[in-house]
T-cell receptor, first 113, second 111 residues
């Protein structure tokens, strides 16, 4: 079972470059999420999509855009990368419900020089 | 402001002993609490959860305790094993689409 798949696993960008992080889930979940993890900060929500066709901002959305391409795929785009966006990015998915158990991908390690 | 706090960045425990990881939260509207485990170069994986209407949930070697009046929960691992060495994140659900994560505690189990 693949679960949540993220590509790429690693990426190095120069300041000002753009890129898209890809995420796909095969669990037929309605909700998908993008987080970033920084040292000492835990996981912070960037954007989420409660269902196909909807997206909402999380705690730290500035500098990012998202697209819920279909039920399986949720992409995160950096239009003009900045060194402050150096981080590990995680995609997650879940069924709707109060417990909200989220299943995570392995992460994308992004460095912006 | 951080709504979920894990004040101990690290914890070391001897193999076979109990590991106790702590978590505090500020929002009394949280209705579910979850623990995640994370190995290096992997994503967090769900470990155990507890509803706000309960005070204890047990799953094998893992038990989570919730003290609502103190807004405090803890994860007990008994007995601790070297394979338990990882970063543990506490998270709280607001019943909508949001999980609020703590900053994590790195557990090292010494053989």
């Amino acid at each position: 079972n693949a679960g949540v798949t993220q590509t790429p696993k690693f990426q190095v960008l120069k300041t000002g470059q753009s890129m898209t992080l890809q995420c796909a889930q095969d669990m037929n979940h309605n909700s998908m999420y993008w987080y970033r993890q920084d040292p000492g900060m835990g996981l912070r929500l960037i954007y989420y999509s409660a269902s196909e066709g909807t997206t909402d901002k999380g705690e730290v959305p500035n500098g990012y855009n998202v697209s819920r391409l279909n039920k399986r795929e949720f992409s995160l785009r950096l239009e003009s990368a900045a060194p402050s966006q150096t981080s590990v990015y995680f995609c997650a998915s879940s069924e709707r419900g109060p417990k909200n158990i989220q299943y995570f991908g392995a992460g994308t390690r992004l460095s912006v020089l | 402001d951080q709504q979920v706090k894990q004040n101990s960045p690290s914890l070391s425990v001897q193999e076979g002993r109990i590991s106790i990881l702590n978590c505090d939260y500020t929002n009394s509207m949280f209705d579910y609490f979850l623990w995640y485990k994370k190995y290096p170069a992997e994503g967090p994986t769900f470990l155990i959860s507890i509803s706000s209407i309960k005070d204890k949930n047990e799953d094998g070697r893992f038990t989570v305790f919730l003290n609502k009046s103190a807004k405090h929960l803890s994860l007990h691992i008994v007995p601790s094993q070297p394979g338990d060495s990882a970063v543990y994140f506490c998270a709280a659900s607001d019943g909508a689409n949001n999980l609020f994560f703590g900053t994590g505690t790195r557990l090292t189990v010494i053989p």
